[in-house]
């Protein structure tokens, strides 16, 4: 099992937007291909404006065969388009859980 952890870092005072399109456009492509993330997060204390969403997947060639349907889905493109204003920067990590980690 992996975690891929992704944070978006918006212009200040577009976070609201940013999700909003996301929601719209994206939740209803990227879930059923993704599966349910396991949280989606904003920042409140430290660095602002950011977006923080965490994916499980089962290994590196699960996360890139459901990413691979994501990039070609239809109504992905829409939504890059119209959410890539908003950002200033992403940032991707891909965490593997310790041996004694609770989740694995």
């Known amino acids: 099992m992996?975690?891929?952890e992704r944070?978006?870092?918006?212009?200040?005072?577009?976070?609201?937007?940013?999700?909003?399109v996301y929601e719209r456009l994206a939740k209803p492509i990227q879930w059923p291909l993704l599966g349910d993330p396991i949280g989606f997060f904003v920042s409140d204390i430290g660095t602002l404006n950011q977006v923080v969403h965490m994916w499980r997947?089962?290994?590196?060639?699960?996360?890139?065969?459901?990413?691979a349907k994501l990039a070609t889905a239809a109504g992905w493109g829409a939504y890059l388009d119209a959410a890539t204003p908003f950002l200033v920067k992403m940032e991707n990590r891909i965490l593997v859980?310790?041996?004694?980690?609770?989740m694995k």
């Open 2 to 4: 992996i975690i891929d």
């Open 7 to 20: 944070t978006y870092t918006c212009h200040p005072g577009k976070v609201k937007a940013f999700l909003e």
């Open 57 to 67: 997947y089962d290994s590196m060639a699960d996360r890139e065969q459901r990413r």
């Open 97 to 102: 859980p310790t041996a004694f980690s609770p």
